[in-house]
């Protein structure tokens, strides 16, 4: 039986899981693959670190070159994390005619594009199931399962710390600092919780969702990002007076050519199947022209989660090894029949879906019911649908509007913006 060897660059949280899974189903993976697959070598920062599992089998090594020159590597696993110098060793790999899986999101943001143009230029294999939302398969699903769809919107929720945080606030009532204290202690959230509060490692998602989904680059730095940090326990129970819950929601929607892309806490109806995905979990909704609205639920994060994710594009690799392996799907238009009927009437205002938006005003001193008259005033072409007091000189609206102008008119009409979060599933 011949045999396929792997090197990892990494042995943490992920590398483990990847080990343990290779280990613990080889015979499996042999039977499906017919082939033997060995782990040639181990990339680590430190060989005395203790380990989580047993590794007197394997060749642990401080130097990289171990393995980018060793031409019987056939396929590197990235497990370490890090733009620099990993990408320079990725790049290595890859031109050395070297498979490559990753599951590291904060490199494919910025580098994707550009790795696998290396990957096809040599004929090898770019594979990173894990780098969005960990166990669930959704590089997978978008490639592959939805290929025959036009995709004109994703959202999800993207980072479990975010969203165990938010789940505190919304069941215990607990502070935004009490619940990421918690999230610290359980292991959901980093010493330094900033990428994930802060809407960045969701948008770093986002920009590689965008790209599966519209075939189309986007800059990180393009994802509108607002994270939760604002986020207080008053805008939930608002939020929950008003039918809804608030998630942090990675979104990608493509109209006309054109992308959108943002991270930011948003309400969601408690009716949408986002609302119910609680903790640590992730999920991602997907609207396809033929299948309609699907939806994508697990674990974000973990040891065997996530090594189920690196360990899957292993076994495809090694299924289509040495055939032309990953290739986007071809990007068609939207072409269904009410956009090609917008399109061809010219009537541009009518391709934007309708929006609405949570606002929370500065009071002015006055109570909601004298507010509620000011605002439809200042608003006459949308639809207000409630003003509500807050203690804290503030008041929030719901607002159905066309697009963002509401708050450029609010704002043009003297009223102080103190919040804007879409609204999603009403
Ligand atoms: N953790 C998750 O659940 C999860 C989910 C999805 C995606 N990811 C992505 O997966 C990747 C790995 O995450 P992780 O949580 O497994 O990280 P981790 O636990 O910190 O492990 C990183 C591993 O890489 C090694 N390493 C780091 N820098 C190195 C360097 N310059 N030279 C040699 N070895 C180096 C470390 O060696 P030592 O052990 O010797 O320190 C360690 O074994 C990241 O890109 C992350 O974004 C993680």
């Known amino acids: 039986m011949k045999q396929l060897n792997i090197a990892l660059l990494g042995l943490g949280t992920v590398g483990s899981g990847v080990v343990k ?7 499996q993976i042999q039977d499906t693959i017919g082939k033997k697959l060995h782990i040639k070598h181990i990339l680590v920062r430190s060989k005395s670190k ?13 130097n990289v070159e171990d393995i980018l020159n060793d031409e019987e590597v056939d396929i590197v696993i990235e497990v370490m994390g890090g733009i620099t110098p990993t990408v320079d060793w990725l790049k290595q790999a890859l ?31 770019l594979k990173f199931e894990a780098s969005v939302a960990g166990g669930i398969p959704i590089v997978n699903a ?18 479990g710390t975010s969203n165990f945080i938010l ?25 330094d919780p900033t990428d994930d509060v802060e809407g960045i490692d969701a948008a770093r998602k986002v920009v590689i969702t965008s790209y599966l989904s519209f075939n189309q680059v986007i800059r990180l730095e393009d994802v509108k990002c607002q994270g939760i940090s604002q986020v207080t326990t008053d805008d939930i129970a608002l939020a929950d007076a008003l039918g809804y819950k608030i998630k942090l929601i990675g979104k990608g929607t493509y109209d006309k050519g054109r992308v959108q892309a943002s991270v930011e806490p948003t309400l969601i109806h408690k009716e949408h199947q ?66 090609k009927e917008m399109m061809e009437s010219g009537d541009e205002t ?18 909601a ?10 608003l006459p072409l949308h639809k207000t649908l409630k003003v509500k007091d807050r203690d804290d000189s503030t008041a929030s609206i719901l607002v159905v509007g066309l697009d963002e102008s509401p708050v450029k008119e609010l704002e043009a009409k003297g009223f102080e913006i103190e919040k804007v979060y879409p609204v999603e599933g009403n």
């Open 167 to 191: 789940s505190k606030m919304t069941q215990e009532n607990a502070s935004y600092q009490d619940a990421l204290d918690e999230a610290q202690a359980l292991g959901f959230a980093e010493a």
């Open 274 to 339: 986002l609302a119910s995905v609680e903790n640590e979990f992730n999920a991602i909704y997907v609207i396809g022209d033929a299948v309609g609205e699907t939806m994508f639920y697990g674990k974000g994060a973990g040891s065997l989660a996530t090594g189920s994710a690196v360990a899957s594009d292993l076994l495809n690799v090694a299924l289509q090894f040495e055939s032309n392996l990953h290739t986007l799907p071809p990007h068609f238009e939207l072409k269904t029949d009410e956009t």
């Open 142 to 159: 978008i490639n592959n399962g939805l290929n025959a769809n036009n995709i004109s919107k994703f959202m999800g929720i993207l980072n």
């Open 369 to 378: 019911f004298q507010l509620e008259d000011d605002i439809k005033a200042a």
């Open 21 to 27: 899974i290779i280990e613990e189903n080889q015979q």
């Open 95 to 125: 031109s050395s005619g070297k498979h490559v899986i990753t599951a590291n999101k904060d490199l494919l943001a910025v580098h994707l594009r550009e790795l696998e143009d290396l990957a096809e230029a040599n004929g090898v294999a």
């Open 50 to 62: 203790k380990r989580p599992i047993n590794i007197t089998q394997y060749h642990l090594t401080e």
């Open 350 to 367: 009518k391709l934007k879906s309708k929006e609405s938006f949570y606002i929370v005003v500065h009071n002015q001193g006055k109570e």
